[in-house]
């Protein structure tokens, strides 16, 4: 599977932004797909994932409450409507693709990552 994310920006504190992640090629029926990030000098963590064809969705303590992780199978994407955004969220966002059985917060058990993008949040 392919991935492709965009929507990062600039926003100010308490704003909010969406990013998408556009998953193309062939995949399994059913796949976990999730959203990390990573701050200049920390290393990547989680913050959202859910399953391509089932209702589980899982939150980093940090985002839950002001993230939400969604789906359009249709349009093949995963969306992340991120809200009430703090100066800390600023970060690369990845979205990445995990085709067998693994946590859902351990980056290394994702198997596919997209490019990331830039989301800056001014104080």
């Known amino acids: 599977v392919q991935l492709q994310a965009s929507g990062g920006g600039l926003v100010p504190a308490g704003g909010s932004l969406r990013l998408s992640c556009v998953a193309s090629g062939r995949a399994p029926s059913d796949y976990k797909l999730g959203w990390f990030r990573q701050a200049p000098g920390k290393e990547r963590e989680f913050v959202a994932a859910?399953?391509?064809?089932?209702?589980?969705?899982y939150y980093a303590d940090s985002v839950k409450d002001r993230f939400t992780i969604s789906r359009d199978n249709a349009k093949n994407t995963v969306y992340l409507q991120m809200s009430s955004l703090k100066p800390e969220d600023t970060a690369v966002y990845y979205c990445?693709?995990?085709?067998?059985?693994?946590?859902?917060?351990?980056?290394?058990?994702?198997?596919?990552w997209g490019q990331g993008t830039q989301v800056t949040v001014s104080s």
């Open positions: 859910i399953r391509w064809n089932g209702v589980s969705k």
């Open positions: 990445a693709a995990q085709y067998y059985s693994g946590t859902y917060y351990f980056p290394f058990d994702y198997q596919d």
